[in-house]
C-alpha cells in the first residue's frame, strides 16, 4: 500500500556530483520523519542522512558532512539527497526509508517503510 521509489543513481567519476530523488506513493506521509542509508558490497548498511517532518532538523553521518544534503518537497511527497564531491568510497546502494514519527533518527531500525534502492558507482 505505501511505496518509496528511488531514482538518480548512476555512474559518476570521482569529485562529480548526483542527485537522488526518492517518491512516496499510496498515502502522504505528513508527520513522517524520513532518512538516506547505503550499503555498500560486503558492507552491512549504514546511515547518510535524516531529515525531521517538517524538515527543520537534519543529521548526516561525519563521512558525507559538507559534501551531501537531504531535503524534502512535502507537497510533492518527495525526498532529495543531494551528493557533490563524490568519492568511490561513497559507492553503495541508496535506499530511501520514512518512519512514522517526526523525529529524524539515525537508526535504520526505527524506520518502518523502504525503497528498493538505487545503485550509486563512483570511479576513480
Known amino acids: 500500500q505505501v511505496q518509496l521509489v528511488e531514482s538518480g543513481g548512476g555512474l559518476v567519476q570521482a569529485g562529480g556530483s548526483l542527485r537522488l530523488s526518492c517518491a512516496a506513493s499510496?498515502?502522504?506521509?505528513?508527520?513522517?520523519?524520513m532518512g538516506w542509508f547505503r550499503q555498500a558490497a560486503g558492507k552491512e548498511r549504514e546511515f547518510v542522512a535524516a531529515i525531521s517532518w517538517p524538515g527543520s532538523v537534519t543529521y548526516y553521518t561525519d563521512s558525507v558532512k559538507g559534501r551531501f544534503t537531504i531535503s524534502r518537497d512535502n507537497a510533492k511527497n518527495t525526498l532529495y539527497l543531494q551528493m557533490n564531491s563524490l568519492k568511490p568510497e561513497d559507492t553503495a546502494v541508496y535506499f530511501c526509508a520514512a518512519r512514522s514519527s517526526s523525529r529524524a533518527t539515525m537508526s535504520q531500525y526505527e524506520y518502518s517503510y523502504w525503497g528498493q534502492g538505487t545503485q550509486v558507482t563512483v570511479s576513480s
Open positions: 499510496g498515502r502522504t506521509f505528513n508527520n513522517d520523519a
